[in-house]
Structure formats: structure tokens, C-alpha cells
């Protein structure tokens, strides 16, 4: 690497902190800001040229950053609102690129359909980067960002598959060799395929980590998952894409499985990698635009003609997603009030079911035992739409919230050069993603405020925090009386420990209720017993840091006893910051 190109990756490193610490003050996502810096930068008299392979973004970059959402998208989240993220990762791409691949079709007349419509797929999905932090800083629903999520998830492997579909048909198309039927053949192989190397990969990983009780290890290996998913996939001819996403998912939710150290270092770890990679690749984007309109060449379409068409495509692509949205919002809706139904009738069946005589056959009781959990799954399903319904307002935030990204780009130059308008395509898409970002996000916190849409209850989630500490509290509240009064090697336990023991298994459902309590009473908080010890314990923890500086300053002790000193010492501060945010979005 070259000087020059060390010192823009490290100023890019540094811009991207920037952009994301000024980014709250002045009410813009940072993936915003950094698009404009970006553009900026390019057009900056002397300064490198930015020229990314597609290949890196879509083989390097593109698995990681959805390995590192997919393992933070609970399972459960995902499952309650597959038909509406199914709809639109799946309906909406293949509908947008159709759309949009015709009207490229109609317009430019060297251009044959089938790559229309690669190039429709290429601007067909979504990034919801830019829309998730906005969404998240204002406080939207959770229900509709796990939606934005799931979409953004799913949505890049229909494109990607897409592209790959269309570009075989244009070779295909050639030869006279090509059938729909084949098309959507593949098509399914490429779904299927990638679920099953996704799903293998992914409990491999998870029989392997749970084995690691070192987080370093256990960390460099979930580094590793998205590529080992992701390789094999393609090699099958699959989408690695669906592999990541099928991987990082289960993974996610068989996590709980792994050491709560590993579980820590792996959060952190990963919303780093997250961090840097979702926002650089922003940055490269806009850090492309002037290499991208100085390679048009003059002929058939003119720079200032493929701009006006990618600004044409993006207002139908703003224009589609709002009428695909209300018809789905309706059959949401119906889809809520079937599932009503039939919760109603397993409650109801459910006595029925507690009196047949299971004894004796284990294979009966299983069977009792699962209808009652998928029956209470239910009715916590419906409990849960009625909480978070998705009305008119959450209806134009979701229509609204259509911006494109640097998969767009990518995918685009990924596109064969012997295509006709090769050099306009990728300019057309830029234009695309950059009018998606900047219209659609840019104005995208003035319409959440102006349809006044409100996010969860805090106080209401603080109330259902303790209630479930309660749970948690009572199980192990129960386990401490258990008759067996000693431990596994035999000896005895101290009553004293007992004692002790028990306080402490307390102590966090009484914080959360603490703060259900007094929500809107900080002084009733601030003179609170449990409120009051950590106070204490906090001066007591500062008093003990400082001892444990001044020994250090003066080498009193071997560096490595002073390292551990400083982690339990971490570890008891993290847990007080822990309980004083317990109810704290």
C-alpha cells in the first residue's frame, strides 16, 4: 500500500468517528454526512482516486456486515414478522427490479431486457443502515425496525440472486438456449442451497464454540463464520449472501450457549467491525463519484441524461414501495386477526388437552407439553401485535424509508463491461442510491415527527423488566432451598452464604421495580436504599481504582496481578452501570 492510500484509509478512520459523534447535534445520520464528505473528497484537486472493486465490497465487506446484524436480530422478532419482511425483501425486489427494468428496456434501445432488468435488480434492494439509526435516535417502534432489519437482511441476497439470474439470461438469451422456467429453477436452488450451507455452518460453529471457554478464541472463530458460510455457498452456485444471514441468525440465537465473557467480547467486537464497515462503505460510495462520470465516454447517453434517468428510476422506485406498502399493511392486519383466532381456539382446547392421561408414555407428554407451548407462544404472539401494531403512521414511515447503498454501486459494476451503456448503468445506479439517501433520508426524521409516531412505553418496559426479574428471582430464590444443603464435593454450606447469596439474587428485581416505581420521580430514585448502596459502592470502587493507579505508578506489584486487579475492578463497575440503566432503552 502506498503512503498516500495509508494516510486516507487513517483519515477515513477518522472522519467516520467524526461523522458519527456530530452526527445526533445536527440531526442527520451519519452514513448521511458521510456520503457528502465523500463526494466532496472526489472532487478534491489531487487527492487519490478512489477505486473499489466490487468483488471486495460483495465477497469482503457485504458478509460481515450481515453476519454482524444477523446475530443481533432476535429469532423470535424475525418469526412474528417474516410476511411482512418476506413481502418486501422478496415481493418488493423482484417487483421493483421488473418495473424498473422495463422502463430501461422502453428507454434505451440497445439494451435487451433481461439486462434491464439485472440492472433493475441492482437498484431494487435497500439499505436500512441509515434508516435504522435515524429510526433508533427518534425513537420509532421496535416492531418497525426489526421490520427495517429483517428487510435489509434478506432484501441484498434477492437482488444478488436476481442479478446473477438476469445476467445468465443474457448470455442464455444469445445462445436461444433460455426458459423462465430455468430462470426460476435456479432461482429456488440458489435459496435453498444457501439455507441448508447456512444452517450447517452455523451449528458447527456453535458445537465448536461451545467448547472455547476463551473469548479470543471464541471471538476469532464468529470472525471467521461469515466467510466460511459464505464461500462454499457460491462455490455450490448459491446465494452466500442467504448462507451469512441463515448463519449469523442461528448463531445469534444460540449464543446464550456460550461463556457470558464470550457472549461480552463478541458484542463488542462485532458492533465495532459493524461500525466501521457499515459507515466506511458509505464514505467509499460517495468517494467514487468523480472516477464514476469521468469514465462516460460521449455517445449515446450523455452524463447529464444518465443522471436525469437515475433520477427518474429512483422517483418510481419512492413511488412503488408507497403503494406496495398499504395493500401489506391490510394483510398484516388480516394476518393479526387470524392468528387471534386460532390462539383463541387452542386456549380453549387447551383443557381438553390437560385431561388426557399421558402417564406412562413420554412420547404423550411431550406431545402435551409442546401444543401448551406453542399454544401460550400464541397468545404471546398476539399480545405482542396488539402492543405494536403497525397503523397508518408506521405504514408512511416504512414506505418512506427506501434508501439505496453501496450494495447498489457494487452490484452495478459487477455487471459483464460488454454490456451496453456499461459506464451510464453505474452511474445510473449511483445516481439512485445518492437521491434515495439524501431525499428519502434526509427528510426521513422530519416525517417520523410529522406523523407522530411513538416508539415503546418506558415505563411501561421497566414495569415488564421487573416482572421478569421476579421470575428469574424466584427460580433462583427456589434453588437455594433446595434440601441438599451442601456443595458438589460434599461439604457443607454456611448459612451465613446462604444468607448472602439470596440478598444478592434480590437485588436486581428490587432496582427494577425501584425504577417502574418512580419513572418520573428521580429524587424518589436518588433516595432509594438500593439506590443509596450503589452510591456507596461506587466510592468505594473509585477509592480502591485510585489505590490500585498509585501502585502501579510506583511498581509495587508484577504488571500482570495489576491487570487482574483492574478487571475485576471493571467487571463491578459494569455491573452497577448495568443495574442503574436496567430500564433504559
Known amino acids: 500500500m502506498e503512503p498516500e492510500f495509508a494516510l486516507v484509509a487513517v483519515g477515513a478512520i477518522v472522519v467516520i468517528v467524526a461523522a458519527a459523534a456530530f452526527s445526533s447535534r445536527l440531526g442527520v445520520a451519519a452514513p448521511l454526512l458521510l456520503v457528502l464528505v465523500g463526494i466532496g473528497y472526489s472532487f478534491i484537486p489531487g487527492m487519490p482516486a478512489i477505486e473499489v472493486e466490487p468483488e471486495i465490497i460483495l465477497m469482503g465487506v457485504l458478509p460481515p456486515i450481515l453476519y454482524a446484524a444477523a446475530i443481533q436480530l432476535p429469532v423470535v422478532d424475525f418469526r412474528r414478522n417474516f410476511g411482512s419482511i418476506s413481502a418486501l425483501s422478496v415481493l418488493l425486489v423482484v417487483g421493483s427490479a421488473l418495473l424498473t427494468g422495463v422502463v430501461l428496456f422502453t428507454i434505451l434501445p440497445d439494451l435487451d431486457l433481461a439486462a434491464a432488468i439485472a440492472l433493475g435488480a441492482v437498484i431494487a434492494p435497500t439499505d436500512v443502515v441509515a434508516a435504522t439509526a435515524i429510526g433508533k435516535r427518534l425513537g420509532l417502534p421496535p416492531r418497525l425496525l426489526s421490520i427495517l432489519e429483517g428487510e435489509g437482511l434478506v432484501n441484498d441476497a434477492t437482488a444478488l440472486v436476481l442479478l446473477r439470474s438476469a445476467i445468465a439470461a443474457t448470455a442464455l438469451s444469445a445462445s436461444g438456449t433460455f426458459t423462465a422456467w430455468g430462470a ?188 401448551l407451548r406453542r399454544s401460550e407462544q400464541a397468545r404471546n404472539d398476539v399480545k405482542q401485535y396488539q402492543a405494536e401494531g403497525l397503523g397508518w403512521r408506521g405504514g408512511v414511515v416504512l414506505g418512506w424509508a427506501g434508501m439505496r447503498g453501496v450494495v447498489t454501486l457494487a452490484a452495478a459494476q459487477s455487471l459483464p463491461r460488454e454490456t451496453p451503456y456499461y459506464e451510464q448503468l453505474v452511474l445510473i445506479a449511483f445516481t439512485v442510491a445518492i437521491v434515495t439517501l439524501l431525499v428519502q433520508g434526509g427528510t426521513l426524521p422530519f416525517v417520523i415527527r410529522l406523523t407522530g409516531i411513538r416508539g415503546t412505553d418506558r415505563a411501561a418496559d421497566r414495569r415488564e423488566l421487573a416482572t421478569l426479574l421476579d421470575e428469574m428471582e424466584e427460580a433462583g430464590l427456589a434453588a437455594l432451598e433446595a434440601p441438599r444443603l451442601e456443595l458438589p464435593d460434599g461439604s457443607a454450606i454456611d448459612p451465613g452464604i446462604i444468607d448472602r447469596v439470596r440478598l444478592d439474587t434480590s437485588l436486581a428485581s428490587a432496582v427494577a421495580w425501584e425504577r417502574a416505581e418512580h419513572a418520573d420521580d428521580d429524587d424518589g430514585i436518588l433516595q432509594s436504599p438500593h439506590q443509596q448502596y450503589r452510591e456507596l459502592r461506587r466510592e468505594v470502587l473509585q477509592a480502591e481504582r485510585d489505590v490500585l493507579l498509585d501502585a502501579r505508578a510506583r511498581g509495587a506489584y508484577p504488571s500482570r496481578i495489576l491487570q487482574r486487579a483492574q478487571t475485576l475492578l471493571d467487571l463491578e463497575e459494569s455491573r452497577l452501570a448495568q443495574m442503574e440503566s436496567g430500564g433504559r432503552d
Open 184 to 371: 426460476v429453477g435456479d432461482f429456488a436452488y440458489a435459496v435453498v442451497v444457501a439455507l441448508a450451507v447456512g444452517l450447517l455452518v452455523g451449528v458447527v460453529a456453535v458445537v465448536i464454540r461451545r467448547r472455547l471457554d476463551q473469548p479470543i478464541l471464541d471471538t476469532a472463530i464468529s470472525f471467521a463464520v461469515p466467510f466460511i458460510a459464505y464461500i462454499p455457498a457460491e462455490g455450490l452456485g448459491a446465494s452466500g449472501v442467504i448462507a451469512v444471514v441463515a448463519a449469523g441468525i442461528y448463531s445469534g440465537h444460540q449464543s446464550a450457549r456460550f461463556t457470558p465473557q464470550s457472549r461480552v467480547a463478541e458484542r463488542l467486537n462485532w458492533r465495532t467491525v459493524q461500525f466501521i464497515l457499515e459507515n466506511g462503505v458509505f464514505l467509499i460510495m460517495g468517494a467514487q463519484l468523480s472516477g464514476i462520470v469521468t469514465e462516460i465516454e460521449e455517445g449515446d447517453l450523455a452524463w447529464h441524461e444518465a443522471v436525469a434517468l437515475g433520477v427518474l428510476l429512483a422517483g418510481i422506485l419512492m413511488v412503488l414501495r408507497f403503494v406496495f406498502v398499504w395493500p401489506l399493511l391490510g394483510l398484516v392486519r388480516r394476518g393479526e386477526t387470524r392468528s387471534a383466532r386460532a390462539a383463541q381456539r387452542a386456549t380453549a382446547f387447551e383443557e381438553k388437552v390437560k385431561a388426557f392421561d399421558t402417564r406412562g408414555s413420554a412420547r404423550a407428554q411431550r406431545r402435551v407439553m409442546g401444543f
